[in-house]
């Protein structure tokens, strides 16, 4: 499966943004889908996680209440909205694609259970 990640760009802290990213080559259904993200001279680090039929997600806890993960599998594509957002939020963003559903689980998922990714689409909160 490819992976296309968009909406990323620059907003004030305390603003919203909406991440997509829309898949091709496979059904989305096929896949549980992750969003990561990494900042300047940081590890890449979980967000959130959805599971192939959208009914189960998870958040990492720095997200947990602020970000929102969303997927219409008819359309291929995921979501990942994001309010409140905070300059710590800044970071470029990659979705990515597992086969496996137990990367929905607690806060947490690591990138090595995913073998699909997007490009990335850097999202910059200013103070």
């Known amino acids: 499966v490819q992976l296309q990640a968009s909406g990323g760009g620059l907003v004030q802290a305390g603003g919203s943004l909406r991440l997509s990213c829309a898949a091709s080559?496979?059904?989305?259904?096929?896949?549980?889908m992750g969003w990561f993200r990494q900042a300047p001279g940081k590890e890449r680090e979980f967000v959130s996680a959805i599971n192939k039929s959208g009914v189960a997600r998870s958040y990492a806890e720095s997200v947990k209440g602020r970000f929102t993960f969303s997927r219409d599998n008819a359309k291929n594509t995921v979501y990942l909205q994001m309010n409140n957002l905070k300059p710590e939020d800044t970071a470029v963003y990659y979705c990515a694609a597992s086969i496996f559903n137990t990367v929905v689980r607690g806060s947490r998922a690591s990138p090595a259970d995913f073998q699909s990714w997007g490009q990335g689409t850097l999202v910059t909160v200013s103070s």
């Open positions: 080559g496979r059904p989305l259904s096929m896949y549980a």
